[in-house]
């Protein structure tokens, strides 16, 4: 995979990666469904616009989609500064209603079933037991 939007070394190789861990070890135990994307907010940090023609997003955030073990729906999703040292990724953690509610992309909203739109996970998903991804 690689990234097609800048982002901070340190957000893709901390924060970012944690969210793909998650995303890894869940995978291995049932289907699951992802939605990411950014979101431009400040036009003062495109460094790349001049010589490369693209923006730098001032947000990154994603959604991930799951069964538990009952097989009922399982949703996760945050939304991220672009930025060092953001910490704890529980403290990004948000409802899908909210992301949709900060996108002025126009593409729509994120398919995910409306009953589950409003929820909002209160911690990041463990690592299940024999996930090796670290």
């Given at each position: 995979?690689?990234?097609?939007?800048?982002?901070?070394?340190?957000?893709?190789?901390?924060?970012?990666?944690?969210?793909?861990?998650?995303e890894?070890?869940?995978?291995?135990?049932?289907?699951?469904?992802?939605?990411?994307?950014?979101?431009?907010?400040?036009?003062?940090?495109?460094?790349?616009?001049?010589?490369?023609?693209?923006?730098?997003?001032?947000?990154?955030?994603?959604?991930?989609?799951?069964?538990?073990?009952?097989?009922?729906?399982?949703?996760?999703?945050?939304?991220?500064?672009?930025?060092?040292?953001?910490?704890?990724?529980?403290?990004?953690l948000?409802?899908?209603?909210d992301?949709?509610?900060?996108?002025?992309?126009?593409?729509?909203?994120?398919?995910v079933?409306?009953?589950?739109?409003?929820?909002?996970?209160?911690?990041?998903?463990?690592?299940?037991?024999?996930?090796?991804r670290?």
């Amino acid at each position: 995979m690689t990234n097609i939007a800048p982002q901070v070394s340190s957000f893709n190789q901390g924060i970012w990666e944690n969210t793909e861990v998650i995303e890894a070890c869940y995978r291995n135990l049932q289907r699951i469904y992802t939605w990411g994307g950014i979101s431009y907010t400040d036009n003062s940090n495109d460094y790349f616009l001049a010589s490369h023609g693209i923006r730098t997003p001032d947000f990154w955030w994603k959604v991930v989609l799951t069964k538990d073990d009952s097989g009922a729906d399982k949703i996760i999703s945050w939304f991220f500064p672009n930025q060092e040292n953001l910490g704890s990724l529980d403290s990004y953690l948000v409802s899908v209603a909210d992301i949709e509610a900060r996108l002025t992309d126009g593409l729509g909203a994120i398919p995910v079933p409306t009953s589950l739109k409003g929820l909002k996970s209160v911690t990041s998903w463990p690592k299940p037991a024999g996930c090796t991804r670290s």
